[in-house]
């Protein structure tokens, strides 16, 4: 699976939009990029995925460039409840590698008041 | 749906003593993966399982952790003998190949080994 870099760490105003960067320059065709939180103490949760298109869902934007080389994660308005620790994946969404996430470390977002 | 439930929540015990973790899947889900999580080494893939085969153990620390499936409905990861190492939060997830929104993660089991 591709390897990914992310800051390790963002601060975000409550409401305002928070844009988490990631980069994964070398993924491959057949991987999709997934994005996941964690809120302290909590285990992992779903945020969204995508493959090329940019992807929209109750919770959050997912913005991919056309080279697919990097991506965004967008939460349009920031509550004090999205301070959590955000980790962006590549995987393959088949196969023997079907679903196995490689965590890193991930950014931790912190929402100030 | 309960999501995937795990217990104990919190478990203490001495070096060791053989402990023994548990998760129950989402029904209806083929795919089930136990973590591990500790401040140094983050989340590590320890084993995990398709149709309660098991796929890939390569993330198992050593031959004192097993973990077994004997159903699609629940799941045992074993340690034994304990050591204090051990310590840690131990993750169960759970996925449906072809499902559009990723694993759902149990709430975890805090092993305490002293």
């Known amino acids: 699976d591709a390897k990914t870099t992310q800051p390790p760490s963002m601060d975000c105003a409550e409401g305002r939009a928070a844009n988490l960067p990631c980069n994964h320059s070398t993924i491959s065709g057949n991987e999709y990029v997934y994005w996941y939180r964690q809120i302290h103490s909590q285990g992992p949760q779903y945020i969204i995925h995508g493959l090329k298109n940019n992807e929209t869902n109750e919770m959050a934007s997912l913005i991919i460039t056309e080279d697919r080389k990097s991506s965004t994660l967008i939460l349009p308005h920031a509550t004090l409840r999205d301070t959590a620790v955000y980790y962006c994946i590549v995987t393959r969404a088949g196969g023997t590698s079907y679903g196995k996430l490689t965590f890193g470390q991930g950014t931790i977002l912190t929402v100030h008041p | 749906d309960a999501g995937v439930i795990q217990s104990p929540r919190h478990e203490v015990t001495e070096m060791g003593q053989e402990v023994t973790l548990r998760c129950k899947p989402i029904?209806?889900?083929?795919?089930l993966f136990w973590y591990r999580q500790t401040m140094m080494r983050g989340l590590e893939l320890l084993i995990y399982?398709?149709?309660?085969?098991?796929?890939?153990d390569s993330g198992m620390p050593e031959d004192r952790f097993s973990a077994k499936m004997p159903n699609a409905s629940f799941s045992t990861l074993k340690i034994q003998p304990s050591e204090p190492r051990d310590s840690a939060v131990y993750f169960c997830?759970?996925?449906?190949?072809?499902?559009?929104?990723?694993?759902?993660f149990g709430s975890g089991t805090r092993l305490t080994v002293v």
């Open positions: 997830a759970s996925t449906l190949e072809g499902r559009a929104y990723g694993y759902t």
């Open positions: 029904s209806g889900h083929d795919y």
């Open positions: 399982f398709n149709n309660n085969v098991p796929i890939d």
